[in-house]
């Protein structure tokens, strides 16, 4: 199998060509999934006892198996947080799994973490955070918020009385899923603060008096959210933080999906507040441009995440050691082996530099902007409430939810745009509404309405 003979060199050659061709083409085809018995129908038995051989298994795969799939950076992929890695990100994550580099600690990934320090510098240098505060690339947010909850946790347990407590977290109705899931993990109770629009301080203040004294006495931390993933509202940081230090609880900002938005002069005032957070998680593969799966947590204090995450074996020991000395992102999230997510983002912040990175996401805010102006402009929609961040939240007047449904699914099967419904509160209930999400600046107004067309 490790073997480099004319069989590998030959599909080595297909492979780069394969690559060379998407990264180049700017017009992919909108795929769409298929039932698993008709795709094992189609490609047959692929795990044998002998192999298929890799032409073979590769052909299947670009043939048959990519178009079951929908490509992320299509310029009609407007439903849930689509992503549009630069060509740049795109090939040296070719770069960076050839390289085989272990990013765990600084012995074996020296070189490849301090690409991924320099970039992680830019963000914390968005953020406006102290100057001690770093962090490291991870999984996703998912894993950044969760590596977020245990350093939290940890630190309130160590007072003695917060020991054999179970922990308690308050966010608000619009945090991502992500943050009650993750309090499953870590077996902490979460407090929802319910508000129809952004989580401000009167909101959480209001929520906390309503606390018996016991409850209060198991939060340890606040989750705000920077750009919220269905609507892009922007909690009050400010406020929430505020709160925080009175009651000396951990200040958490979850900004998967808006903290790209922190390079955008025109929105970055609706941050204001996110440089008091204790943590905050950033997903560049979102809206700063790098592939699946690159996301980021940053921590005031690195120290206290450390003590959190460091791990410790009779095989590590070696890392410890002076003449093995500099910064092991392991010590600081949940996981152990890690490939070293942040070397595209920093190849493409490289090549391209950071004033490009800036007019990129103010490309996919001017796009929200647009779309809420076409919207306005005809009589069969009507907005939600105004853009925010680079989402639109629209409905067409007089659509059940199995019409939007329908909408969706038609849309896709014709090749014509992947858009998803959503929900959204109302005094009577939560409404079936439709969703723009801008991520990608090749998308054009042309683009939204010929999408916006097909609801007529």
């Known amino acids: ?61 670009r043939d048959v198996l990519v178009k079951a799939t929908v490509p992320i950076d299509h310029p009609r992929h407007l439903a849930f947080v689509p992503a549009a890695p630069t060509r740049a990100a795109i090939m040296f994550d070719l770069v960076t799994s050839a390289s085989s580099i272990h990013g765990a600690y600084w012995m074996e990934g020296a070189g490849g973490i301090f690409c991924e320090n320099e970039a992680m510098r830019w963000l914390v240098e968005l953020t406006g955070m102290p100057e001690n505060a770093f962090g490291v690339f991870t999984s996703g947010g998912s894993a950044a918020n969760l590596s977020a909850m245990v ?31 993750m309090a499953k993990v870590i077996d902490a109770d979460v407090l929802l ?100 799966d690159c996301g980021a947590i940053i921590y005031k204090d690195p120290e206290l995440a450390k003590t959190a995450h460091s791990q410790e074996g009779s095989y590590l020991d070696i890392i410890k050691d002076p003449g093995a000395h500099g910064f092991n992102p392991a010590d600081y999230q949940i996981q152990l082996t890690r490939r070293l997510r942040g070397l595209p983002l920093w190849f493409s912040l490289a090549t391209h530099g950071t004033d490009k990175y800036k007019w990129a996401v103010e490309r996919g805010i001017e796009l929200a902007n647009l779309a809420g102006e076409l919207i306005s402009s005809r009589p069969e929609l009507e907005l939600i409430r105004p853009p925010s961040l680079s989402c639109v939240l629209f409905r067409r007047k007089g659509w059940s939810a199995n019409e939007y449904n329908n909408w969706t699914y038609t849309n896709h ?10 929900k959204w509160k109302t005094k009577e209930g939560f409404e079936t509404v439709a969703r723009f999400c801008f991520i990608n600046p090749d998308t054009t107004g042309e683009d939204i309405k010929v999408i916006l067309d097909t609801m007529k």
């Open 1 to 61: 199998m490790h073997n480099v003979d004319i069989e590998l060199v030959e599909m080595t050659l297909d492979v780069m060509k394969y690559a060379i061709h998407r990264i180049t083409n700017e017009s992919p085809e909108l795929g769409s999934p298929r039932k698993e018995e008709e795709l094992k129908k189609q490609v047959g038995e692929t795990i044998t006892p002998s192999g298929i051989g890799g032409e073979n298994a590769f052909h299947l795969f």
């Open 151 to 181: 350093t939290a946790r940890e630190y309130w347990r160590k007072t003695k009385e917060n020991q054999n407590k179970k922990g308690c977290l308050i966010t608000s109705v619009g945090a991502h899923s992500s943050i009650k899931a």
């Open 193 to 292: 603060v319910e508000t129809d629009d952004l989580m401000n301080a009167e909101a959480l203040q209001g929520k906390i008096d309503s606390l018996d004294k016991g409850t209060m006495e198991r939060v340890f931390a606040v989750v705000a959210t920077g750009g919220t993933t269905n609507a892009g509202i922007v909690d009050d940081l400010n406020g929430i933080a505020k709160i925080c230090k009175e009651l000396k609880l951990w200040f958490h900002v979850d900004a998967a999906y808006g903290g790209g938005a922190l390079a955008a002069d025109s929105v970055r005032h609706l941050f204001n507040g996110i440089e008091k957070a204790d943590s905050i998680t950033i997903d560049p593969h979102k809206w700063l441009f790098s592939p699946y």
């Open 413 to 422: 099967r014709e090749g014509i745009a992947l858009v998803t419904p959503s």
